[in-house]
């Protein structure tokens, strides 16, 4: 049929790897709770092999950072659907990399209109997933690649 | 990954009380990479405390254990407010089971955990336990003993219990405690009954719910029965913030009384020596089988047995398997 | 009933079903629910007309609550508005109007919609950007300006403030002369499925449940052609349920606020029929057809058997139905068009009282006025055009949209008494028992998608090489910094000493158990904001930080 490719094997079957786990720090910013998106992500996250870390809603920068910080993430996924992320995402990066930690890739997901894409990749994330990207994309895409972003 | 170069570098930063290598080693011993060199560090660091710590307060180290949603992690949210507020720091390792078939995990202790980003005093990691429900994280003891080098008073870990876990936990916390909350329903299921022999401190959570009176009942009846060690049992509500000094109170007098008391040392020597016997067991690999035939066909006593074990428990450092 | 010649016939059926190729994956709904190759009358043992349809307008209204439906009055067109300034909103509402648009839907931004005023720092970047910014008793004053309130229907959405809007509105009301009897509209103000999907609470449920209590019964009391609660699925669903969770969960909701509003001492034939309800309308036409349908039967069961209500009113399930939002997509967007007007389908083919069509670019930004003027024309065409408003219920009657219909009910049943058994709703939410099965759900639909079970055009099937971008609304950075500013001036120009006393009001009033409305009316009269009337009930609620984990 017609059908996106899927290279990653679907869930609950990815082979257990002898590196070590990547962790992933998960977190909506802004007041938006529309989590249907991050909590799927979470779950194929999981059933991928990762070690997801589950920030929640109604994060602030700050607390973003300081959570990325303590767990030693390697990346860090933003959910945000509100329209404040051109607000938002800037404030993250400068505090990442405040705190040292430009080595962590960050993406971001939810309602990004096409025109702001380019300008959070100039920004130093990683890549932008629209709503109702498939799974397999964003494992294969983080599989796919050392965390550190376009920043260092 | 982790160099000698770097993981020098790593613990020179750490010495200089740099929280971004804490994080960092915190995660090199939870995979057991540079494993000497951690327990290097540590040992330096106990021998002489980093700045800001001396003359630090008792260090305290306690579990939080119960079945998954008892509301351990709201609890320990909690419990970092009161401790916060009587000015000493907390760490807080919190563990979650990862899936045995992908390796995978979802680690949502810390939302419940809501901690201020510009308060240095508080750290919080979560862990995924490989040994599925009720087990903890190999190398607990060395992250714990990172977080106190780092200088935070108390360490707060947060395992499910209800494996074989319990008794590996009680050989890092000097205090066990242990959840329960008012079910919906009649029976109450006591499956739990064996960790009841592991628990310090018994709690029954969620007080703000019908039916806490009844499981207190039951709790204590349950504990008091002919030949169990005595156990406190406290109610406590974290969400209307009810206990929770209380709470605190108990757990630094039994944490004073677990280091005095010989009765308590006793027993958790003699939980370490079955767990480091069995585990030398383990470690004659082929030898263990031909012991085993050996001894099902009369070749071999059980003293013989006995003996190869111990010169093999002899032999080996803890930390080899 | 089969006769030997009729079995022969159906074995030949069944021979030559077995014999034709299908499809690699047997056929689901929407939910997943697997449906069968054919429903004949073998599908509906005992079926009883009278009891489980009967006629329109009667007991169990499982076709339609009014006799004639919409051969007597059409549904209610209309569209959710809001953004930026009350005055831009205004402007867009008297557009609407003018381009035939019956009632009017207000969409608020996301810092009112938590209860925080435009100058809250939480609130920065996204004052105006979702819906409109309301802090004072002016906004509400401007966004409503020269629209007749008495002829107008209007319903505001929104939640955790709800009581304090509400209070606003009817503030504004009586300054401007309107009386409060004539007043017809909706608010939506159902805190429960916040707490199940959409995560816009602010205090404990316990409390945020009596606030909803409050304004039913104020409203029952003195604005009796107002609806004050509108029991929402459509959240739940665009979170991710299932048809059937939709459904149970909705009407369990609903049931706590009965039980609650009677606990109050209200009579429940004085306030029953006021309640109103609101669905989602997602693609698959036959699975919320028999949803709608379900509801009713459901809804009129309950309210007359166990509620003992004695009124009709108070047994009919009214609804305002909206397109799905969640089927939308970024790629192709003029695709969405197309399912919008199917949903739609789905809705009116279901007797919704009222409908909004979503526009087809809302995956991408808020919509443009050519896209809105769309999905309005997509209403007229099914009302004017299509020939679906002809008879009432056109689909009752069919085998398989009754066996749906009963399926969902029985389903949706044990549903109620899984939450009975964990000891009702609010238990449910804390315990994380809604949260659960509806993420559960939103990634097992996930996972077919991803997987290819389910095929989502211009998604995972049919996909272009080349997007074709369509013009979308930019909302300018001016609008954070003129809500601000008019704030300021408002909170200048007030006596800071009345707004104390009215703030020590609402407090007291919280304490004491009685109802906030009366107190609030009086501080939004002397300027008191939407965030300060919350934070003085946030002195005596506590705020809930229980966003349940999953
Ligand atoms: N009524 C009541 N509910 C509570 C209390 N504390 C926690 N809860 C609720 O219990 C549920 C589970 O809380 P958690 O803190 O996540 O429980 P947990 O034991 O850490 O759960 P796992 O980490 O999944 O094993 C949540 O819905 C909390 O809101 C309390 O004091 N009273
Ligand atoms: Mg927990």
């Known amino acids: ?152 | 990954m982790g160099n000698r170069q770097e993981i020098r570098e790593l613990c020179q930063r750490f010495a200089a009380h740099d929280r971004q290598a804490l994080s960092r080693l915190l995660t090199l011993a939870s995979r057991g990479e540079q494993l000497e060199e951690i327990r290097h560090l540590v040992g330096a660091a106990r021998a002489a405390p980093l700045d800001g710590q001396r003359g630090s307060p008792s260090r305290r180290v306690v579990a939080i254990t119960g079945s998954p949603g008892v509301g351990k992690s709201t609890l320990v949210g909690r419990l970092i407010e009161v401790l916060r507020h009587q000015g000493s720091s907390v760490a807080v390792l919190a563990c979650d089971p990862q899936s045995p078939l992908t390796g995978g995990a979802l680690l949502g202790d810390r939302f419940r955990m809501p901690s201020r980003p510009e308060d240095p005093q508080v750290f919080i990691r979560s862990l995924a336990t490989p040994g599925g429900r009720g087990a903890i994280p190999e190398h607990i003891d060395l992250m714990v003993a990172l977080l106190q080098a780092f200088g935070f008073a108390w360490v707060i870990l947060e395992t499910v219990g209800a494996g074989q876990g319990e008794t590996a936990v009680r050989h890092v916390a000097d205090v066990v405690v242990l959840l329960v909350q008012p079910e919906a329903g009649d029976d109450i299921q006591w499956e739990k009954a064996g960790l009841f022999e592991v628990a310090d401190l018994i709690v029954v959570h969620k007080a703000d719910l019908p039916g806490a009176d009844k499981v207190e009942a039951q709790i204590r009846t349950l504990v008091n029965l002919p030949g169990c060690r005595e156990v406190p049992v406290l109610r406590v509500s974290s969400h209307q913030k009810e206990g929770l000094e209380e709470l605190v109170k108990q757990i630094e007098i039994l944490a004073s009384q677990s280091r005095t008391s010989a009765s308590s040392a006793k027993a958790r020597l003699r939980d370490l020596l079955r767990e480091r016997f069995v585990q030398a067991f383990e470690q004659l690999g082929g030898q263990a089988e031909e012991l085993v035939r050996g001894w099902e066909e009369g070749r071999l006593s059980d003293e013989e047995v006995f003996a190869e074990v111990i010169e093999r428990m002899a032999s080996s450092s803890p930390s080899a398997n | 009933m089969s006769t030997a010649t009729e079995r022969s016939a159906k074995e030949r059926w069944e021979q030559e079903v077995a014999q034709a190729m299908s499809r690699p994956q047997p056929p689901t709904t929407v939910s997943g629910v697997p449906i069968e190759p054919l429903y004949t009358p073998e599908s509906l043992p005992g079926f009883d007309y009278d009891a489980e349809l009967g006629y329109p307008g009667q007991y169990p209204f499982t076709r339609g609550v009014h006799a004639t439906m919409y051969r007597g009055r059409l549904w209610t067109m209309r569209q959710f508005a809001g953004f930026g300034t009350p005055r831009q909103t205004n402007q867009r509402f008297k557009f609407l109007l003018e381009k035939g648009q019956t009632g009017l839907s207000t969409a608020f931004d996301l810092p009112t919609l938590m209860g925080l005023d435009s100058d809250d720092p939480r609130a920065v970047g996204e004052v105006g950007r979702l819906g409109v910014a309301v802090s004072t008793l002016d906004d509400i004053r401007q966004l409503y300006d020269g629209i007749d309130l008495e002829q107008v229907s209007v319903s505001m959405t929104i939640n955790a403030p709800a009581i304090v809007i509400m209070a606003f509105y009817l503030a504004n009301a009586q300054d401007r002369g309107w009386d409060w009897k004539k007043l017809r509209g909706t608010i939506q103000n159902d805190i429960l499925k916040e707490f199940h999907a959409q995560n816009e609470f602010v205090f404990p449920p316990e409390p945020h449940v009596r606030l909803v209590i409050d304004v039913i019964e104020f409203c029952t009391r003195h604005v009796p052609q107002w609806n004050p609660v509108s029991i929402s699925g459509y959240h739940i669903r665009e979170a991710g349920s299932t048809a059937v969770q939709e459904l149970a969960f909705t009407l369990a909701d609903g049931f706590h606020y009965v039980e609650q509003t009677m606990a109050r001492g209200l009579a429940v034939d004085d306030f029953a029929g006021r309640l109103s309800f609101f669905f989602n309308a997602h693609n698959d036409i036959f699975e919320e057809v028999a949803k709608y349908r379900a509801a009713r039967q459901l809804w009129a069961e309950t309210m007359r058997h166990t509620y003992g209500a004695r009124k009709e009113a108070s047994w009919k399930l009214r609804f305002h139905c909206q397109t799905a939002g969640c089927s939308l997509q970024d790629k192709q967007p003029e695709v969405n068009l197309i399912r919008v007007a199917y949903q739609a389908l789905a809705g009116v083919l279901g007797g919704c009282q009222s409908l909004h069509t979503n526009s087809m670019d809302e995956t991408l930004a808020l919509p443009t006025e050519h896209a809105v003027t769309l999905a309005l024309r997509t209403q007229q065409v099914l009302a004017y055009e299509t020939g679906v408003t002809n008879t009432v219920d056109p689909l009752g009657g069919s085998y398989f949209v009754e066996a749906l219909t009963r399926q969902m009910a029985d389903e949706a049943r044990r549903y109620f008494d899984r939450l009975q058994q964990q000891g009702g709703v609010i238990a449910g939410i804390e315990n994380g028992f809604f949260r659960r099965e509806i993420a559960e759900a939103a990634y097992a639909y996930q996972r077919d998608v991803d997987a290819g079970r389910k095929i989502i055009v211009g998604v995972n099937a049919f996909t272009e090489a080349e997007e074709k971008p369509i013009d979308i609304l930019v909302i300018d950075d001016t609008v954070e910094k003129d809500r601000i500013a008019a704030l300021r001036a408002i909170k200048a120009a007030r006596s800071n000493e009345e707004v104390r006393r009215h703030l020590d009001a609402i407090r007291r009033t919280a304490e004491a158990g009685e109802n906030l409305m009366p107190v609030l009316i009086e501080a939004a009269r002397a300027r008191v904001t939407v965030g300060e009337a919350i934070n003085a009930m946030a002195d005596v609620f506590g705020r809930y930080d229980g966003a349940a984990k999953w």
């Not at chain 1, 869930?11 to 977190?27: F, H, N, Q, T």
């Not at chain 1, 990442?96 to 920004?123: C, F, M, N, T, Y």
């Not at chain 1, 990683?126 to 796919?144: N, Y």
């Open chain 1, 1 to 152: 049929m017609y059908l996106v490719a899927t290279t990653v094997p679907p869930s609950g079957e990815s082979e257990i790897m002898d590196k070590p786990p990547v962790r992933i720090v998960l977190a909506k910013i802004g007041l938006d709770g529309h989590d249907r998106g991050i909590k799927v992500v979470a779950r194929g996250l999981r059933d991928a092999g990762f070690h997801v870390i589950y920030a929640g809603l109604w994060q602030t920068p700050e607390s973003v950072v300081r959570t990325v910080a303590d767990e030693d993430a390697d990346w860090l996924g933003l959910s945000i659907l509100s329209g404040a992320h051109m607000t938002l995402v800037p404030r993250v990066l400068h505090l990442l990399r405040q705190a040292g930690l430009e080595h962590v890739g960050v993406i971001v997901g939810g309602i990004i209109p096409e025109s702001d894409v380019p300008k959070l990749l100039e920004l130093g994330v990683a890549r932008v997933f629209g709503p109702g990207t498939p799974i397999p994309e964003i494992v294969e895409f983080l599989r796919g690649r050392t965390p550190a972003p376009s920043a260092s």
